[in-house]
Nanobody, 117 residues
């Protein structure tokens, strides 16, 4: 059983910052990758940032230079520090965890981020 608990969304003015956090409870399983996706109204879900087991990171072009993903391995926690937020960053942000076992993928419930202009 894998459970994800997200926190940190909210309302912020353009130019502001938010930090999202997600902790995965994955007893008996090893986590391969931890990612943050987002989905804006009327749009498809997209990868924002990801971090692999070895620490390598990937970012969407829209996130580069503004967002930083980090991972705490002992607690299976992944954070997304978001700076210089723009109204177009408004979306529901989802934590995603991929296990080594069969590359099984699990999703958090989502947290709303709203950036006002």
């Amino acid at each position: 059983q894998v459970q994800l608990v997200e926190s940190g969304g909210g309302l912020v003015q353009a130019g502001g910052s938010l930090r999202l956090s997600c902790t995965a409870t994955a007893t008996g399983f090893s986590v391969k990758a931890m990612n943050w996706y987002r989905q804006a109204p009327g749009k498809e879900r997209e990868l924002v940032a990801g971090i692999a087991s070895g620490g390598s990171t990937t970012y969407a072009d829209s996130a580069k230079g503004r967002f930083t993903i980090s991972r705490e391995y002992a607690s299976n926690t992944v954070d997304l520090e978001m700076n210089s937020l723009k109204p177009e960053d408004t979306a529901v942000y989802y934590c995603n965890v991929v296990l080594w076992l069969g590359s099984l993928s699990y999703w958090g419930q989502g947290t709303q981020v709203t950036v006002s202009s």
